[in-house]
């Protein structure tokens, strides 16, 4: 079965760090451009971090830039979002995917679309 597998996510303090894992099973994300994005209470979901297929370059929204870093492990199938110095504002849900959309090196809001592997979500939650 194919599905990509969440985890890492959790209630912390302003400041703090949190990973966040997204699984991959029954295919193998060497190649993929991989998105992680984010859906906050009443909010739009909005693209927070991309790592393309072909060189693994990197790509942020602003308000995240310099705190949070996406990378991948392919001995481990897995895609990662190390996120430092959180603020309450990234409290959200957020989403890992076999799908990016880019304006001007900025991650976009995406909804699903066919052919494309969504993870379930994984909840955090930052405190003041």
């Known amino acids: 079965q194919v599905q990509l597998v969440e985890s890492g996510g959790g209630l912390v303090q302003s400041g703090r760090s949190l990973r966040l894992s997204c699984k991959g099973s029954g295919f193998s994300l060497v190649g993929w451009t991989m998105g992680w994005f984010r859906q906050g209470r009443g909010n739009q979901r909005e693209g927070v971090s991309c790592?393309?297929?072909?060189?693994?370059?990197?790509y942020y929204t602003d308000s995240v830039k310099g705190r949070f870093t996406i990378f991948r492990d392919t001995r481990e199938n897995t895609l990662y979002l190390q996120m430092d110095s959180l603020e309450v504002e990234d409290t959200a849900v957020y989403y890992c995917?076999?799908?990016?959309?880019?304006?001007?090196?900025?991650?976009?809001?995406?909804?699903?679309?066919?052919?494309?592997?969504w993870g379930e979500g994984s909840q955090v939650t930052v405190s003041s």
């Open positions: 790592i393309t297929g072909t060189d693994d370059k990197t």
């Open positions: 995917a076999t799908a990016c959309s880019l304006t001007a090196g900025i991650p976009q809001p995406r909804e699903p679309e066919l052919n494309e592997y």
